[in-house]
């Protein structure tokens, strides 16, 4: 059974994501459900799970077949984004190859494949015990109390930050996983073409 501790962690780490999709969604050229398209590449970020004491999500990005000569380029494209993507500080903790088949009328199939990023990060990474008690402190000495947002969920204010920082942690790894994807893209393009 989930604690109480993952039920509402993995509620926001869940709206960090959803805030993620809508930014990249307008920063980019927007897409069905939680996609986005840049530079003629579809990135998708899916939903948040909680498994085991860590939030996880998958970050993908369709491998661009257009502009590559077959599967031996397909794959060499896939092993360049691994490359750069494992060699990170957050790097993810596994990169696939998945290959999608979409039958978009009934009598014709669309062959597309992407790489597929998981990453994981402990909850306890999602927020800090010394930085709660400093705005604690702070809020305190505000004149008596400063009026903190109330969040669902949390009992105390110590609770109510606690969530708030899990939230801000997730969009700032979350942002940072994207942007770095994105960036790999446009390196291994570049060097496929010269």
């Keep these: 059974m989930a604690t109480l501790k993952k039920i509402l962690f993995g509620q926001y780490a ?15 050229s927007q897409k069905k459900g939680r996609r986005f398209n840049h530079d003629n590449i ?20 369709k491998i661009p077949q257009d502009e ?36 978009t009328k009934k009598d014709t199939e669309k062959e597309r494949d992407y790489v597929k990023l998981l990453y994981s990060y402990p909850l306890n990474d999602l927020y800090n015990d010394k930085e709660i008690s400093e705005k604690i402190k702070e809020m305190n000495q505000v004149g008596g109390k400063k009026p903190l ?27 940072e996983n994207i942007e770095q994807l994105i960036n790999a893209n446009k390196q291994v393009r570049t060097k496929m073409a010269s």
């Design 68 to 103: 590559l000569k077959g599967d031996g380029d397909m794959k060499s494209y896939f092993k360049e984004i691994k490359k750069l993507v494992t060699k990170l500080k957050n790097k993810p903790v596994s990169v696939e190859m998945e290959n999608i088949v979409l039958d």
């Design 149 to 175: 947002r109330e969040v669902k969920g949390a009992l105390t204010p110590q609770g109510n930050i606690a969530l708030r920082l899990v939230q801000e942690s997730t969009q700032n790894f979350a942002r």
């Design 42 to 61: 579809t990135y998708e970020v899916s939903r948040v799970g909680v498994v085991d004491e860590n939030i996880q999500f998958e970050i993908s990005s």
């Design 14 to 28: 869940g709206k960090a994501l959803n805030f993620i999709v809508e930014e990249m969604q307008k920063k980019y």
